[in-house]
C-alpha cells in the first residue's frame, strides 16, 4: 500500500521537527516574571487609604502585575517541561549528569515565583534558565549566546 501510494517514512531524533525547541520562550516568559516582580515590589499604595479612586487604580494596577506574574510562570513552566520530557533523551545524561535535578529545581523555582513576590527567587530562575540555555545548545553542537531583554 505504502508503495502504491507514495508515501516516505520520515524519521526525527525528538517529538517534533529539529529547531521547534528552543529555551527561548521559557526565557521570554521568566523575564517576564522577573519584570512583573520589579514592578509589584516597586508599586506603593497611595498615601490615602481612603481615596476610593487611588486605592482602586493601585489594586487593579498590583492585581493585574500579580496576575501577568502568575501567567508567565505558569508558562515558563510549560516550556520548561516540553524541553525536559520532549527534547531531552537519556542519551543527554550521559553528558548531563544533573540534567533531571537542573530541570526539577527550575520548575520548582516556577512554583516558588507563582506563590511569592520574592526578587530572588525570580533573579535564580533566570540563572536555571540560563544553565538549560547553554546544555541544550551544547547538545546541538552550536553556541548561542545567553541574551535578555532587560
Known sequence: MFKKL???TAMAHCDGPCGVYDPASARIAA???LSMTKKILALTPPEDTKDAKAMAAYLNTMSRYVAI???QAHLTKEELLV???DY???KHLESYPDLHDTFWN???LCSTVKVEVNLEHA???MEAIKKIHYIFWDT???KVEWVTSS
Do not use: G, S
Request: aromatic share 8%; no cysteine; charged share 40%.
Open 123 to 125: 533573579n535564580e530562575l
Open 69 to 71: 506574574k502568575e501567567e
Open 140 to 142: 546541538k553542537n552550536r
Open 31 to 33: 523575564e517576564a516574571v
Open 88 to 90: 531531552f533523551k537519556p
Open 83 to 85: 524541553l525536559w520530557t
Open 6 to 8: 507514495k508515501i516516505q
Open 106 to 108: 527550575a520548575t520548582k
